[in-house]
C-alpha cells in the first residue's frame, strides 16, 4: 500500500520534560492505523504536532514522500489533514451548516451561495453515510450527529488523513456500529484514518495496524491480524516489576464500603456497571485497575452518591444506603478527589482560602448562628496552616484557586477532602498531569490517610500508580469485575489478561 504520512525520529519536550521521545510513526493510504496507549503516553502530543498545534523539538513529518513543516493547524487542513478532537470544536451558536463552513476558503467574502455550498455538503453527507440535518443549531443534536458534523467538516475541507480522538468516548454502542461503518466508507475511497483508543475491543475490530506508544516512545506496530487483546494491554503496560516503597497491607479492617451486585445502566460496556461486587477496609488501599473507560468513572459515582445505582446493594460502615445524595454520603465521612478538579473538585474564581474549608462553612469552628455569620479569623488561621501543612505555594490564600498549577490544586483539594479524617476516601486519577515531586505529596499524603484507618478507594488509568499505592488490585473490564489481586508481589500477566477481558 502507498505510504500517505511518515512521521521521523519526532521528539516533543516542555521545559526538561520529554512528552514524546524519537516516535517513528507511517499510515498507509486507505487504513485505519491505531494509536494505543496509556493515558500519559504522549499519543495526543503526537497528534497535535502533526496537527500544527505544537512545533517538534526534533524530528521530520513526510506526507506524499515529501518533508513539510506545519506551523499552524491551517496549514495542515491545507496539506489534507482533519482532526476531530475527542471535546469537539462546534458553535453551539450556530447551525450544524455554519459550522461546515466556517472558515473554508470556498466561503470567504461577503456572499456566499448558500444554496450551492449546502448541495455539496449533502452530496458529501450521502456518499459516506453522514446523516446530518443541516439547518439544527448544534445544541438541537445528539453527541453522535456532533461528530459526525466535525467529520463532514473535515471532509468539506478535502481531509485525506482524518484523526480520530477518541471518538468512541460519549457514544452509545449503536452509535460506536455507526462510526465504524463510516470509518470503513472513508477507508475503501482511499482515505486515512489515525485513530486513538483506550478500548482493546474497538482496537482490534476496526484497526489495520496498531502501533503502541508507552511514555512518549514507540513500543511497536503490530498488524491487526498477528496480535490479541492480552498481547496488546501487555504491551501498553509491559514493564518489569519494580518493588513498591510503601508497604503493603494484607489483613484490613472491617468493610468501610460495599458493594454487591451493583448494576448502573448495565447495557453500556463503557459507560456501565454490571453486577459489580467489592469492599474497601479500614486501613486499605483498593486500587482499580483497567483501561480507561470500563466503568470506573461511573463506580465513583456510585461509591460518592452522585450516582444511584439500577440494582444491587451498597453499605456505608455496615449500614445499607437507601437514598444516594453526594451531600448524604459526605456526612457519611466519604471525601473524594474528583476525576476533574477544575470542574468538580475547585471552584476556580473563589481563593485558595475559600476553597480549603468550602465543606466546613456551617461548623461552629467557623461560623456562627448556624452558618450565617463566617468567623474570617478563624478561615484565615487555619487556612495559612494548610498552606504550610501540604505546602501550597501561591502568592496568597487570597489568590484565585485556578491561577495556581494544576500540582498545587491537587494540593488545595488534599487539605479540604483529607483533614477531616474521612472513613472513606474515593480517588480519581489522583495524579492525573502532575509532577513527580507532586504525584509523590499524593501517594504519601494517601498512605498516612490508609495508616490511621481511612479505605481508600484507588481508582486510575495510570498501572504504575495502582502498582506503587494498592494493597489489593480490582480489574475491571467493560463495567465487569474480572479478578482480585493481592497488591504485594502482583501477577502481571494475570492481571494484563484481566483488562484485556479474559
Do not use: W
Not at 457514544?171 to 472513508?186: A, C, P, R
Not at 495496524?209 to 503496560?237: P, Q
Not at 501540604?390 to 494544576?406: F, H, K, P, T, V
Amino acid at each position: 500500500m502507498e505510504e500517505l504520512l511518515r512521521m521521523e525520529h519526532i521528539t516533543k519536550k516542555f521545559g526538561d520534560v520529554y512528552a514524546n521521545r524519537n516516535i517513528n510513526l507511517d499510515v498507509r493510504k486507505g487504513e485505519v492505523h491505531t494509536l494505543l496507549g496509556e493515558n500519559g503516553a504522549g499519543k495526543s502530543t503526537l497528534m497535535n504536532v502533526l496537527f500544527g498545534l505544537y512545533q517538534p523539538t526534533e524530528g521530520t513529518i513526510y506526507l506524499h514522500g515529501k518533508p513539510v513543516r506545519i506551523e499552524s493547524p491551517a496549514q495542515a487542513v491545507k496539506l489534507g489533514i482533519g482532526m476531530v478532537h475527542q471535546h469537539f470544536m462546534l458553535v453551539e451558536a450556530m447551525t450544524v451548516f455554519e459550522n461546515i463552513i466556517l472558515g473554508d476558503r470556498n466561503t470567504k467574502g461577503i456572499f456566499i451561495n448558500h444554496d450551492a455550498r449546502k448541495k455539496e455538503i449533502l452530496e458529501l453527507s450521502e456518499r459516506y453515510g453522514l446523516d446530518v440535518e443541516l439547518d439544527k443549531p448544534i445544541t438541537d443534536i445528539a453527541v453522535g450527529a456532533q461528530q459526525r458534523v466535525e467529520i463532514l467538516k473535515a471532509l468539506y475541507r478535502g481531509a485525506d488523513l482524518l484523526v480520530l480522538d477518541e471518538p468512541s468516548a460519549a457514544l452509545t454502542d449503536q452509535e460506536v456500529e455507526g462510526l465504524f461503518d463510516i470509518m470503513h466508507k472513508l477507508t475503501s475511497e482511499g482515505k486515512s484514518i489515525i485513530f486513538i483508543s483506550h478500548k482493546m475491543r474497538e482496537v482490534l475490530h476496526i484497526s489495520d495496524r496498531i502501533t503502541i506508544l508507552r511514555t512518549g516512545e514507540t513500543v511497536c506496530t503490530l498488524n491487526r491480524g498477528e496480535t490479541t487483546g492480552e498481547e496488546l494491554a501487555n504491551l501498553m503496560i509491559g514493564r518489569e516489576l519494580t518493588p513498591s516503597q510503601y508497604e503493603k497491607i494484607e489483613t484490613p479492617g472491617e468493610a468501610v464500603v460495599a458493594l454487591e451486585n451493583v448494576d448502573y445502566d448495565k447495557t453500556s460496556k463503557h459507560n456501565g456497571l454490571n453486577g459489580v461486587s467489592l469492599t474497601v477496609g479500614r486501613g486499605e488501599i483498593v486500587g482499580i485497575a483497567g483501561v480507561d473507560g470500563n466503568g470506573q468513572s461511573q463506580l465513583a459515582q456510585v461509591v460518592t452518591g452522585v450516582l444511584t445505582p439500577d440494582a444491587g446493594r451498597v453499605d456505608l460502615k455496615g449500614s445499607h444506603v437507601a437514598q444516594f445524595t453526594p451531600n448524604g454520603f459526605i456526612l457519611e465521612s466519604v471525601s473524594h478527589i474528583p476525576e476533574d478538579r477544575n470542574k468538580m473538585g475547585l471552584i476556580g474564581n473563589m481563593s485558595v482560602r475559600d476553597n480549603i474549608v468550602l465543606k466546613s462553612t456551617d461548623t461552629p469552628e467557623f461560623s456562627a448562628a448556624h452558618g450565617l455569620f463566617l468567623k474570617k479569623k478563624a478561615i484565615r488561621d487555619y487556612a495559612l496552616k494548610m498552606q504550610e501543612k501540604y505546602d501550597i505555594r501561591c502568592s496568597s490564600i487570597d489568590q484565585e484557586a485556578r491561577n495556581l498549577s494544576g500540582g498545587n490544586q491537587q494540593k488545595i483539594i488534599l487539605a479540604r477532602e483529607l483533614e477531616g479524617k474521612p472513613d472513606l476516601l474515593v480517588a480519581v486519577h489522583p495524579t492525573r498531569g502532575l509532577d513527580i515531586g507532586a504525584t509523590r505529596f499524593v501517594h504519601d499524603t494517601m498512605i498516612e490517610a490508609r495508616d490511621r484507618g481511612c479505605g481508600v478507594l484507588l481508582i486510575s488509568a495510570d498501572f504504575d500508580e495502582i502498582l506503587e499505592v494498592s494493597d489489593r488490585i480490582v480489574v475491571m473490564f467493560e463495567g465487569q469485575v474480572m479478578g482480585v489481586f493481592s497488591g504485594k508481589n502482583p501477577p502481571i500477566a494475570d492481571i494484563s489478561l484481566a483488562m484485556a477481558g479474559k
